[in-house]
Each structure stands twice: as structure tokens, then as C-alpha cells.
């Protein structure tokens, strides 16, 4: 459970993340000048909420819908160019932290290395005899970066601490911190809107954007330490502890920043000092206790890795790759340590890149893609057991839903709630593009409340948390089920459709020869709707609210009015509502199986034809793509069942890529294992481990599926602690491909299906059999009791 390395970063893909969902570095190792790259959550650019509502779309909306019916699709899409707002704002780097060692560069038996099962970095290496340590790590309980330096030799550890920003800013020293003070742009343009001046700062006096600062301070156990202008210098010490701290005056999403610092700097100084007031173990202690509370829930052994332990890991994704089933196991737990690192309670959720990011315009801004990037972020949450984690996107959702009813209004003269393809930390819920500038194909798509919707639920059937449902989750997607009611409207065949409607950033070409983005009804729309819909007449079912038996009559009857999903000349899945050629067959989106996963509405079972057109579809995209388009294809390929087709994608997101790698269609994995697009998304780590957890475990429909897509390269191996729908814990392990035991924990109790292609099975609790009876081929039931165990082995 380590990332391993025999040299220091030498470019960012490099370096070694370390977050407690608010703070985040990126640690380089060299040995002669250490550096920390800083980031900062609520640090993003602009001057507050905006309204980028736009009142003229209602008017365009009539225009569209009329082209659209007349099959006049890129007249269309250029009309809808009238219904776009503002692009939103960009996450922002805080700065730099560097420790300039006066030893040298030339050092010997160098290793760096990040330790999953601690979430501690360290660096060790020597130069003569003496050795040289650092451990580094971001601490939740105390909410700062702790940096522990230690020599073997008294008095060898003499350095000098600097801090940096991009952004204007002045240092200033006390008796007792070194910090500095800086602002925020203004505005940041996308880095993919190419126009003059960019990036707009304010006054420093006067600038209406976030300001943040960032602290240091220095815990000594000998030598002597002293602050100038040139920084913290530290001279004949042995050991050292350094705490970085930081704030910004972010004051919620529908506030503009303060515009003054004092409560943010008394905010940033007692913290610092309450840290300072500790020793390193008690800060050690605090965080490994927290941390391992939430990794060490669940474990994951896929047989013996094919790697010597001490192999560097980036050799090790060069020479093994997926054969290593040690690597994917690595790699499945990175995803869930990235995820305590970046989404803890109080912090924003992971954006795009997570928590960690360099550029003063980051790729696609690094902000909240909510066509399928942000909910990918999130979809091991619950299966992999940090449910916890999942708070701050629920928490964003309700946040964006506000903003949204005002969208919906405006916008559309819609009930509800609505929100498009990009959110920021003020909640943007209009469609970005500039008014014009960007493209419909994926400025133009209302559906993200539909998609934000399904994790409210996925919350609520993992947990079984009613009062979370009641005062929470269904109030939310009660609006987004109304405003979906709104927007659909009737064909000419008595079926609802949604108009205008995109497949996210994939375009048509018709047979007589027009290429656009906006037609009518795309499936991927209609999914979305379906889910909604599905999950909101659950949720008033579960809460028996009367008051809303109506609404749950108009949701239902407008269910079965959907126009339904058709399967093309190819045997397929149609994307779009006719049978159109692709622009690119092989489209790193693949949004019309969402029935598949992450939704529900697509299964084996139930809807065989339409199952296998959308496997037919998967085939047609092929096994490239960019790092989280591998991603989903794994987790879709496990839904198809097919363990082996799964390594195979698995096989091919762990290729190396080089940092200066750009090639926007095929993906892979850094040297630090960051998932590449590339350039870097955090996305494509999170699908990973949601995809590994669905070969093993999966319970979207109404059973819990045991091994449903093991590969045969697995043979042996076992899992400790996943999550079924239904507030149930499962273990389970397998010999010669086969189970030979599972554990099922039951929270709640009542009937529990499982799916199983064993033939002989028995089950106890507390060593005693319990009855059960076959349902269908491969499925058993029995009944259980709330906070029993239940045992399932093979005989």
C-alpha cells in the first residue's frame, strides 16, 4: 500500500498528493529544495455569486423547439447559442512552499514514498553517514499540513523556508510566523476561451475577489530559529516540525468574499497556534486515528503481485501494468485515500481535479463538470464505505438547487430546480458559453439536476437514513422532478420529450448530411428523466407523504408517457432519438448508457433486448479513451458481467503517460498514478475503484450480486467491507474463481435476495442454518434481522 520512488518530482504528475479536504500539497522530494505546492478549497476567482441567468432563452426556446421539430438541426444549434450565460469562475492555486537545504544536492539510497494506510510522505536519503527524514502529512482533526524533518547527526539540519504565490501578494514576518497575504483574480476565462486578458486582477486595496493567506510556523526541539525578510531560517537543529496553515475569505456560495482580512487571519493564527501547541507525535497520533477510521474499512487482495516490493512504481506500471494484481489493488486504494484526501465533512466536494491544482487557467477550469465528471468523483463513495465523504457534493447539491429554481424560472418559466454542464463554488446554475461563444453540444444541457438527484437516493438506499430523506434528499429531487414534468412536453406520437436536448459533447450527422448537437429526446435525457422519476416515487412511497400523492400520480403517468429507448440499424443502443450516424464512433462520452451504469434502468434481467443493444453500443465505442472514459467503460463492462473485457479496460488505463502527454483521446495513469486524460482529471481514479468495487458487489437491482464480473486472472482473493443498497456491509472471498464465503452485515433487516452462480450454498447467523428459499436460477432469499450476520459459504 505504497506509491514508491527511487528519485524526487521532477514535473507535477510526479509528486505525491496529501489533503484533509480543505488543504492540499503536492510533495516534490528533492532533497536540496524541498517543495510543497499549496491549495486551498474555497480559493477560486471572481467577486461572488452572479446572476447569469439569461430572461431572452425563453423567447429563443420557442425558436429552437420549432427548428428542432422541423429537422432544421444546425439552425438549431445556432440559435440556441441565444440561450447561454456566463462561463463560471476557476479553482485557484494558493502557492508555493520551498525548504532550501544547505547540504547540497548530491545524496545517496534516495526514497520517496506516500504510505496509503497512514496518508503519511516521506523522504529519506543520506548524504555521508548521516541520515536525513522527512514525513509530511495533512492533518483533518487539526486542519493543517504538518512537515516533520529529522537528521540522524545533531545540529545537521540547516535550511531556509520561504513561501511564494502566482498571484500578487506580500510577505510579512512576526516574531513567531512567516506568512504571506494575497488576492484572487477577479476573472479567469477558461483556458479553452482564447481572447485578450484573460486573467483580471482588482486593486489589492480595493478588489472585490478572494483574498486568502497562508501561515507557517516552526515547533523546534534544539537549534535556533529566526524570521526576515528572506524567510524562516533554521540552523543547527536535529528535528524540526513545521505547520503550514491557511484561510480564505470565502463566505459562502451566495455571498461575495470579505472585504476585510482580520476574521480571516484571527481565524488562520489561532488555528496555527493550537497546532503549534502540540507535539509531533500528538499530531501524528490525531491524524492516523482519524484517517484510518475511514481507509481501513475495507481491504482488497486480488492474489500475489508479480512486482518486487521495493519496485519504484512508476517502473512498475511500465513493465506489469495490469498483470500485477498488487497495481490494481494500489490503484483501487488510491482512489479511496484521494477521496478522504479531498471530500471531508465542512469542505467543498472534489472539483475536477480534486483538490490539487498548479495553473492560474487549469484545464476545463478545474471546477464541478457536471455532464459526468463531478458524479464519477463520487460514485465509490457508498460501495467503497466512505459515505461520509459524500456529504460535501449532497451538501453542493442543495446549494446549486437554490440557484436553480431561479434558472428554471428565468430561464424557462419552469417549477423546480435546474442547473447545466458547469458549476463553481458560487453555484452557477445557467448555462455557461459566453452568450454565444461556447458550443450547445455542451453549454446547452439542463439535466445535471437529474443526474445530482441520483445521489441523493444512492445516499438514501445505502444508508436507509429516513430523516436524510425526508429533510433532505427528497425535497431536492421532488424539485428537480418537477422541473423535468415542465420541460417535457408531447411529440406528434404521444410520448414526452425533452427539446432541446444534447448527448454531452457528442454530435449527430444526418443522413442528409447536418452535423450538430441539439436534437430531440437524445437517451441519455430520457435515462436521467426515467431515474428521477423512478427514485422520486420510491421516496414518497418510503415517507408515505400523502401530501404529495398527486404529484406522485402526475410523475408516474408522465413515467410511462417517456419516449422510450430504440435500438438502432447496428444492433445498438441509439444515442440520439433517430438513428443517426456518430461524428465519432469511438467518443470518449458514452451517455446513452447511463441505463446502464450508473443508473438502473437497464438490467439482464429486466430488459434483455435493450441490454444487449446497449453492450452492442459499448463494443461499437471501443476500449480507448481518455482516462475516465476508461473508467466508465469499466464500470459498464462490469455491470455487462464480463470480468475479462473489464481487465482489459483495466489493462488499459494503467499505461504510463508522460507529463507532457496531451493526446486528448487516449488516457492512462501518471508516474504518481493520477489519472490521465489527459491532462490530469482526478475523475478517472474514482471510476476506477467504483469499477473494481462493481466487479465484485453489485445491488442496483434489488438483489446483491456476489463476483458478478470476476476475472479469470483473479482465481483467488477476498474483499473486506463494500457496501450493498439497503444499508448492508459485504465481505466476501473466492478459490479457483469460485466463492467459497461471504459476510452479510444487515443494518436495517428484512428480505435479502443474492445473486450467485453457486449451485450448493448454506447460511447461518451465529452459527446457526438459516432457512432459504431459490427465487429464480442463481438467486436465493432470506429473511434477516437488523444488526445480525449473516454467513454464506459454498459446499
Not at 486593486?203 to 478572494?210: I, L, V, W
Not at 476585510?260 to 502540540?278: H, P
Not at 500485477?324 to 483501487?332: M, P, S, T
Not at 414518497?540 to 440499424?569: C, F, H, T, W, Y
Request: charged fraction near 25%; glycine fraction near 8%; charge should be negative.
Amino acid at each position: 500500500m505504497k506509491l514508491r520512488y527511487q528519485s524526487y518530482a521532477k514535473a507535477w504528475t510526479e509528486a505525491l498528493p496529501i489533503g484533509n479536504g480543505r488543504l492540499g500539497a503536492m510533495v516534490f522530494g528533492e532533497p536540496e529544495v524541498e517543495h510543497l505546492q499549496l491549495n486551498e478549497d474555497t480559493l477560486w476567482s471572481g467577486r461572488g455569486p452572479v446572476d447569469g441567468n439569461n430572461p431572452n432563452a425563453k423567447n429563443v426556446l420557442a425558436e429552437v423547439r420549432e427548428l428542432l421539430a422541423e429537422g432544421r438541426y444546425e439552425e438549431a444549434d445556432k440559435k440556441s447559442k441565444g440561450m447561454m450565460g456566463p462561463y463560471n469562475q476557476s479553482y485557484m492555486p494558493l502557492g508555493d512552499l520551498y525548504l532550501k537545504f544547505l547540504h547540497g544536492g548530491v545524496v545517496r539510497a534516495y526514497e520517496r514514498n506516500l504510505d496509503l494506510t497512514s496518508a503519511i510522505t516521506r523522504v529519506e536519503y543520506r548524504i555521508g553517514e548521516i541520515v536525513y527524514k522527512r514525513e509530511m502529512f495533512a492533518s483533518y482533526p487539526d486542519g493543517v499540513i504538518v512537515i516533520r524533518l529529522e537528521a540522524s547527526a545533531p545540529g545537521a539540519l540547516n535550511f531556509t523556508a520561504r513561501l511564494d504565490s502566482p498571484h500578487p501578494y506580500r510577505t510579512i514576518q512576526t516574531a513567531e510566523h512567516l506568512f504571506l497575504q494575497g488576492i484572487c483574480p477577479e476573472h479567469v476565462d477558461p483556458n479553452y476561451y482564447n481572447r485578450d486578458e484573460p486573467v483580471l486582477y482588482g486593486d489589492p486595496e480595493t478588489t472585490e475577489a478572494m483574498r486568502f493567506e497562508g501561515r507557517l510556523g516552526v515547533r523546534l526541539e534544539d537549534g535556533t530559529a529566526t524570521l526576515d525578510h528572506d524567510g524562516l531560517h533554521i540552523r543547527k537543529a536535529s528535528a524540526v516540525t513545521l505547520i503550514f496553515s491557511a484561510e480564505t475569505s470565502f463566505q459562502g456560495y451566495d455571498k461575495p468574499p470579505a472585504r476585510e482580512i482580520g476574521d480571516m487571519s484571527a481565524t488562520n493564527e489561532l488555528r496555527l497556534e493550537q497546532a503549534l501547541s502540540k507535539s509531533y507525535e500528538q499530531l501524528r497520533q490525531a491524524h492516523i486515528q482519524d484517517y484510518t477510521t475511514l481507509f481501513n474499512r475495507v481491504e482488497l487482495n486480488l492474489g500475489a503481485s508479480e512486482a518486487p516490493e521495493e519496485m519504484p512504481t512508476d517502473r512498475r506500471i511500465k513493465q506489469y501494468g495490469a498483470k500485477d494484481a498488487g497495481l490494481v489493488e494500489l490503484l483501487f486504494q488510491y482512489g479511496r485515500y484521494l477521496l478522504i484526501a479531498s471530500s471531508r465533512a465542512g469542505s467543498q466536494p472534489a472539483n475536477l481535479q480534486g483538490i490539487w491544482n498548479k495553473e492560474l487557467r487549469p484545464p476545463w477550469s478545474s471546477n464541478l463538470t457536471l455532464n459526468i465528471n463531478a458524479e464519477m468523483n463520487y460514485w465509490l463513495a457508498e460501495t467503497c464505505h466512505l459515505s461520509e465523504c459524500h456529504e460535501p457534493l449532497l451538501g453542493y447539491i442543495q446549494n446549486l438547487s437554490t440557484n436553480g429554481r431561479k434558472t428554471a424560472e428565468t430561464n424557462y418559466g419552469c417549477r423546480g430546480w435546474v442547473a447545466h454542464h458547469n458549476g463553481d463554488i458560487w453555484c452557477q446554475s445557467a448555462p455557461v458559453g459566453d452568450y454565444g461563444q461556447g458550443d450547445p453540444v455542451w453549454a446547452l444541457w439542463p439535466m445535471s439536476g437529474a443526474w445530482l438527484s441520483q445521489h441523493l437516493w444512492e445516499h438514501y438506499a445505502f444508508t436507509k437514513d429516513e430523516t436524510y430523506l425526508r429533510e433532505h434528499a427528497y425535497p431536492i429531487m421532488r424539485e428537480a422532478a418537477l422541473f423535468c414534468l415542465d420541460w417535457l412536453h408531447m411529440d406528434e406520437n404521444g410520448h414526452l420529450i425533452t427539446s432541446p436536448s444534447t448527448s454531452p459533447e457528442h454530435k449527430f450527422v444526418t443522413a442528409d448530411g447536418q452535423k450538430a448537437g441539439v436534437s430531440q429526446a437524445t437517451t441519455m435525457d430520457m435515462s436521467l428523466i426515467w431515474d428521477l422519476f423512478t427514485n422520486s416515487i420510491e421516496a414518497v412511497d418510503v415517507l408515505k407523504r400523502a401530501e404529495d400523492e398527486s404529484l406522485r400520480n402526475e410523475i408516474a403517468a408522465a413515467l410511462e408517457k417517456l419516449k422510450p429507448m430504440q435500438i438502432g440499424k447496428h444492433g445498438q443502443l441509439q444515442e440520439w432519438s433517430v438513428d443517426w450516424e456518430d461524428e465519432d464512433v469511438h467518443h470518449r462520452h458514452v451517455s446513452h448508457l447511463f441505463g446502464i451504469y450508473p443508473g438502473r434502468q437497464l438490467t439482464e434481467q429486466g430488459t434483455p433486448e435493450l441490454y444487449q443493444a446497449a453492450r452492442n453500443s459499448l463494443e461499437r465505442r471501443g476500449d480507448g479513451g481518455t482516462g475516465w472514459s476508461l473508467a466508465w467503460k469499466i464500470c459498464l463492462w462490469a455491470r455487462f458481467q464480463d470480468g475479462n473485457r473489464t481487465l482489459q479496460l483495466i489493462s488499459n488505463l494503467l499505461q504510463l503517460v508522460e507529463e507532457d502527454a496531451t493526446n486528448y483521446h487516449r488516457g492512462g495513469v501518471y508516474a504518481n498514478l493520477f489519472d490521465a486524460h489527459p491532462p490530469f482529471q482526478i475523475d478517472g481514479n474514482f471510476g476506477f475503484t467504483a469499477g473494481v468495487a462493481e466487479m465484485l458487489v453489485q445491488s442496483h437491482a434489488g438483489e446483491i450480486a456476489l463476483l458478478p464480473a470476476l476475472p479469470e486472472a483473479w482465481p483467488n482473493g477476498y474483499v473486506k467491507g463494500l457496501r450493498a443498497r439497503g444499508a448492508i456491509g459485504v465481505s466476501l472471498s473466492w478459490e479457483g474463481g469460485a466463492l467459497k464465503e461471504a459476510e452479510i452485515e444487515v443494518q436495517v433487516g428484512g428480505s435479502c435476495h443474492i445473486r450467485t452462480k453457486e449451485t450448493s450454498l448454506m447460511v447461518e447467523s451465529n452459527g446457526k442454518p438459516v432457512p432459504f428459499e431459490r427465487v429464480t436460477e442463481g438467486v436465493i432469499r432470506f429473511d434477516t434481522e437488523a444488526g445480525q450476520t449473516y454467513m454464506l459459504r459454498s459446499v
